[in-house]
């Protein structure tokens, strides 16, 4: 279906743009210690609340130091195709999270690759990165459903 007038609200676009670049980090912080490290890690943190606030602000300030160009480059492509097409999927979601992880990967690749910088290979940042950008844009889609920015029913 063609999306209406109020469908393709540039507030809207600008909304999405904005929690994309400022709540994607954070997500892709908490989430980037792995799956393994994760499950030991939260339960320290349960446990230990008051001694395990150190851990989660370093998670938090990482987060913020990789994933702000990434979650930045994610959000204006959300918010392009919010604009264009008054919301946007799942699958768009994931592959704006992938285009902003692709863009910092090359960043770091031209930057290595510029001043031979011996042991540095772009791929491991891309096999390391890759899955945390795409999770934190599929939870970013999800909460923008959830608080009402975008259309739940999108795929």
Known sequence: ??????????????GV???????????????F???MYLTI????????????LPIVGAML??????????????GLIMGFVTWRRGGIGYWGAAFAGACGVIFLVALIAFQSWQQEVPNTDPR???????????AAAIICRFLLARLHLLPSSRV
Not at 41 to 52: C, D, G, R
Not at 124 to 134: D, E, S
Request: net charge positive.
């Open 1 to 14: 279906t063609t999306p209406t007038r109020s469908d393709r609200s540039w507030r809207r676009a600008i």
């Open 17 to 31: 743009a904005l929690f994309v670049a400022l709540v994607g980090p954070a997500i892709g912080g908490l989430m």
């Open 33 to 35: 210690p792995g799956p």
């Open 41 to 52: 890690m939260w339960s320290l943190i349960l446990n230990n609340a008051t001694e395990s």
């Open 61 to 74: 300030l990482g987060g913020y130091v990789v994933g702000m160009l990434p979650a930045f480059v994610a």
């Open 124 to 134: 491991y940042f891309l096999i390391v990165l890759a899955p945390t950008g795409i």
